[in-house]
């Protein structure tokens, strides 16, 4: 299984950039699926998740009311909107997987199993 970001990119503030995942090979019939960042000299973190378990997606505080998870009907590709950009939202961005994920874990990085290679966000005035 591989998973590939791309949508990344430079925004303004107040601006909005829709990220992209896309996920090829094996599928499963029970995985999570979550969006993490990492900004300059800071750990990774989850933003946003959710899985087939549960399609009720989990935000971190940073990201609820701006960012939204969504997923296509083959869960094949994996989309991360975001709104009302700020300087601090500039991080590179991870789409990862995890077979038989836990929903209750999926915005905890060590749970997750496959990753991609990023997509840089740049928000600037």
């Known amino acids: 299984v591989q998973v590939v970001e791309s949508g990344g990119g430079l925004a303004h503030i107040g601006g909005s950039l829709r990220l992209s995942c896309a996920i090829s090979?094996?599928?499963?019939?029970?995985?999570?699926i979550g969006w993490f960042r990492q900004a300059p000299g800071k750990e990774r973190e989850g933003v946003s998740c959710l899985s087939t378990s549960s399609m009720t997606p989990r935000l971190a505080d940073s990201a609820k009311g701006r960012f939204t998870i969504s997923v296509d009907s083959a869960w094949k590709t994996v989309y991360l909107q975001m709104n009302s950009l700020t300087p601090e939202d500039t991080a590179v961005y991870y789409c990862a997987i995890v077979p038989e994920g836990d929903y209750n874990d999926c915005l905890e990085a060590d749970h997750m199993d496959i990753w991609g290679k990023g997509t840089l966000v740049t928000v600037s005035a």
């Open positions: 090979g094996d599928t499963f019939d029970d995985w999570a």
